[in-house]
T-cell receptor, first 111, second 115 residues
């Protein structure tokens, strides 16, 4: 079983829709959680950190469920520019080795 | 915008050649990383550095080597390229002084094809 698992998608949604992705992690000692965005053939960029109480940044909301060991990303009012792959990243310790990337969920927002 | 640069952007090379992928950052970050990513797959850490003269291998076995003689420069070298080395190589950096170190800034990557 992978340490970090994501539904690869693709998720094809119309502009203006609300879409949510989940990511599950296997290490219960995981400490920190993040969502990165990666456009096609480009480098990943940090979208947002995920805090225990949940957090929001504009149209994006991140949630953490430690009991069930998953994090989620909700995108409201989807824009064409949201089309990308969303990577779940989990940190289970202080070493660079302990930062684990999921393989990503592909989102396409259709006009 | 991140100030981290990788060259070349694309490299097509024959088996057995020695190659060096360049990575430089101008942000003064202490940590630097090399990741390997195949299409549709997760990033795998192959090397990292906590500072000058500090380098460690990551989880993914790699025949490459790295050096960190200067803070801003973290080149990756393959002594003898093979087709199995064909992949995208992403360099990243982070600043541990900002309290997290998890905000990675990535370069644009080098797409390596070994024929």
């Amino acid at each position: 079983r992978k340490e970090v698992e994501q539904d690869p998608g693709p998720f094809n949604v119309p502009e203006g829709a609300t879409v949510a992705f989940n990511c599950t992690y296997s290490n219960s000692a995981s400490q920190s959680f993040f969502w990165y965005r990666q456009d096609c053939r480009k480098e990943p960029k940090l979208l947002m950190s995920v805090y225990s109480s949940g957090n929001e940044d504009g149209r994006f909301t991140a949630q953490l469920n430690r009991a069930s060991q998953y994090i989620s990303l909700l995108i409201r009012d989807s824009k064409l520019s949201d089309s990308a792959t969303y990577l779940c990243v989990v940190k289970s310790g202080g070493s660079a080795r302990q930062l684990t990337f999921g393989s990503g969920t592909q989102l396409t927002v259709l006009p | 915008e991140a100030d981290i640069y990788q060259t070349p952007r694309y490299l097509v090379i024959g088996t057995g050649k020695k190659i060096t992928l360049e990575c430089s950052q101008t942000m003064g970050h202490d940590k630097m990383y090399w990741y390997q990513q195949d299409p549709g797959m997760e990033l795998h850490l192959i090397h990292y550095s906590y500072g000058v003269n500090s380098t460690e291998k990551g989880d993914l076995s790699s025949e490459s080597t790295v050096s960190r003689i200067r803070t801003e420069h973290f080149p990756l070298t393959l002594e003898s390229a093979r087709p199995s080395h064909t992949s995208q190589y992403l360099c990243a950096s982070s600043d541990s002084r900002t309290g997290g170190g998890e905000k990675l800034f990535f370069g644009s990557g080098t797409q390596l094809s070994v024929l």
